[in-house]
């Protein structure tokens, strides 16, 4: 009834790192980013090219590319909002794909993007074809899919719709965020399939935050429903600067130990996922949301 294989995305050096308040350094964004290849991360969203006034986490984003492990086997994901951030992104030669942002509401896309809804639409086809034409690829995820800050309830036509002109710009993927956490696991099971049927050549791909505690059923159901691959965090840090009340991402760890005790393979590594999040703990001197690395092993290892 489900997939046996599942792509992750680790998100954890833009997402989970973008809200913090304290600065964390290039290079201990550059020591997550190791870990998460070490555990056999193989797309990672390392930075966002966005105004460092508005999010002064991402300040470094050129910086963190510069220092960022030479691998071929490894995507790198850089969140641009406009075409100035996708040229930044692009000039810096270490960017394998662009990750463009729609919002479903005018309210959350102004205070986001400073753009309505349709001009988030546009500009992210504009930066899907910058990255074609660069020889990259790019994605684009609809923020706000299951409901907005500002405006409450999303409708799902308006995704569907967002979703079918997004098409037209050939990106590899379409994500549906729940950037507030708001999402339950029916709801999920019906937006992922109405997508997967009105663009069916493109794959889905969803990203969650665990604000209401119901990331993981969320994420079981979109594996169900026929999501391809999952955003996560390690440590299940994250939120957004511009979505009052965002919490944290679906921890990494906690998604990988659901799939694979389920038959589902991840690919990743658990036992190293869990050393990531202590380590990361440390530095944010917090223990983390995550719940597996704060569980005895199971099995228990021998």
Known sequence: MYTDRIEMVEVSPRDGLQNEKAMISTADKLVLIGRAIDAGA?????????????????????????????????????????????GRALA??????????????????????????????????????????????????????????????????????????????????????DTIGVANPAHVTSLVGKVRAAVPHIPVRVHFHNTRGTGLANVWAAVLAGAVTVDAAIGGLGGCPFAPGAAGNVS?????????????????????????????????????????????PFPKQV
């Not at 090219?49 to 691998?71: S, T, Y």
């Not at 690829?137 to 308006?158: L, W």
């Not at 990494?252 to 038959?263: K, N």
């Not at 393979?265 to 597996?292: C, F, I, K, Y």
């Open 92 to 177: 810096t030669g270490r960017i394998d794909q662009l990750g463009a942002v729609s919002v479903a509401t005018d309210t959350f896309a102004m205070a986001n993007q400073g753009q309505t809804s349709d001009g988030s639409v546009e500009a992210a086809k504009e930066i899907i074809a910058m990255a074609r034409e660069a020889g990259k690829t790019g994605q684009v995820t609809i923020a706000a899919s299951f409901g907005c800050p500002f405006e409450g309830e999303v409708a799902e036509d308006r995704v569907v719709a967002m979703a079918i002109a997004l098409a037209e710009a050939g990106p590899v993927e379409i994500g549906l965020a």
């Open 42 to 86: 193989r797309r990672i969203e390392v930075t966002s090219f966005v105004n460092p006034k508005a999010v002064p986490q991402m300040a470094d984003a050129e910086d963190v590319c510069a220092g960022l492990p030479v691998r071929d086997d490894v995507t790198y994901i850089g969140l641009v909002m406009n075409a100035r951030g996708a």
């Open 252 to 296: 990494t760890e906690d998604v990988v130990y659901m799939l694979e005790r389920a038959g589902v393979r991840t690919g990743l590594d658990l036992p190293t996922l869990v050393a990531a999040n202590h380590w990361l703990g440390e530095v944010m001197q917090r223990s983390l949301p995550g719940m597996v690395a704060k569980a005895p």
